[in-house]
T-cell receptor, first 112, second 114 residues
């Protein structure tokens, strides 16, 4: 089942902070965050694993609440380059292979 | 440089025609994936493959077919049975397919129907 992202869109001024949330109705084993610029491929930002391990971007942080089945992505002191659509993907194992189900995306616009 | 290549960048399909999208990776990754993205939407999984000569259907496999004859290649065929094929198609790969692994995406192919 597709995770739900909120908000759907947000507009900020450069230097402001943003939080993007991702909620799932299923138990989460890992959450993957990507950013996509218009017409381009998604770029990996961060992966959060059950048990608290994180791998990813130096300037972006995220949290993973296993009990609430939620993850949040924190963008601090936003830069113009942060503009794009952010997707979370929730991972499960199906027949030994990773299967990611992506949320519908959060469009972030950073203005000067 | 290691990476994932997809070709062509744009592809036009006539009604009733099958078309094949190419995906090649030189990352020595075991697992490969195909996704479809419609405007303003998230990515939906079409097919995925954990090893050579084996693949599984994703959430929207109807009207599509794949093959995995070589580790580095995972072509996707959009058949005439797919009635609404216009979309952005993305290929991805990951090292082992483990739940801890990152998926890396190719640049995508935009398919348009004439």
């Amino acid at each position: 089942q597709q995770p739900v992202q909120s908000p759907q869109a947000v507009i900020l001024r450069e230097g402001e902070d943003a939080v993007i949330n991702c909620s799932s109705s299923k138990a989460l084993y890992s959450v993957h965050w990507y950013r996509q610029k218009h017409g381009e491929a998604p770029v990996f930002l961060m992966i959060l694993l059950k048990g608290g391990e994180q791998k990813g971007h130096e300037k972006i942080s995220a949290s993973f609440n296993e009990k609430k089945q939620q993850s949040s992505l924190y963008l601090t002191a936003s830069q113009l380059s942060y503009s794009g659509t952010y997707f979370c993907g929730t991972a499960s194992l199906v027949q030994g292979a990773q299967k990611l189900v992506f949320g519908q995306g959060t469009r972030l616009t950073i203005n000067p | 440089d290691g990476g994932i290549t997809q070709s062509p960048k744009y592809l036009f399909r006539k009604e009733g025609q099958n078309v094949t999208l190419s995906c090649e990776q030189n990352l020595n990754h075991d697992a490969m994936y195909w996704y479809r993205q419609d405007p303003g939407q998230g990515l939906r999984l079409i097919y995925y493959s954990q090893i050579v000569n084996d693949f599984q259907k994703g959430d929207i496999a109807e009207g599509y077919s794949v093959s995995r004859e070589k580790k580095e290649s995972f072509p996707l065929t959009v058949t005439s049975a797919q009635k609404n094929p216009t979309a952005f198609y993305l290929c991805a790969s990951s090292d082992t397919g483990s739940i801890r692994e990152t998926q890396y995406f190719g640049p995508g192919t935009r398919l348009l129907v004439l």
